[in-house]
């Protein structure tokens, strides 16, 4: 999932696909920071939200959530399933503010 050199769509398809057959992550953190690079793409969104769903079991890091959030804000208004799965993930992670902003 760290593939820097991948162009970034190359990455957002390769990394939804590793993350629709795994539930474990490594890096949340970066995982949501990338994402935020194309924030109206829907793989993105799902990025971002699986970072906030299967987190740390110890609580949220603040990074993530305010690179999932930071994404969220910079998406298109449209809602997409992609969009919802974000302000429900970012809802479960504390973020009110930022799922309704």
Known sequence: MFAT?????????????T?????????????AKR????????GAQFIAAAALDHGPVSG???????????LDAAAPCEQTPEREALR???INAGAIDAAYG
Do not use: E, F, I, N
Request: hydrophobic fraction near 40%; charge should be negative; glycine fraction near 6%.
């Open 5 to 17: 050199d991948l162009d970034q769509d190359l990455w957002l398809g390769l990394t939804v696909a």
């Open 19 to 31: 993350l629709a057959q795994q539930l474990d992550l490594k890096d949340a953190d970066y995982l």
């Open 35 to 42: 994402a935020g690079r194309t924030p109206s793409s829907p």
């Open 60 to 70: 949220y890091r603040g990074r993530t959530v305010r690179h999932a959030a930071d």
């Open 88 to 90: 429900v993930a970012l």
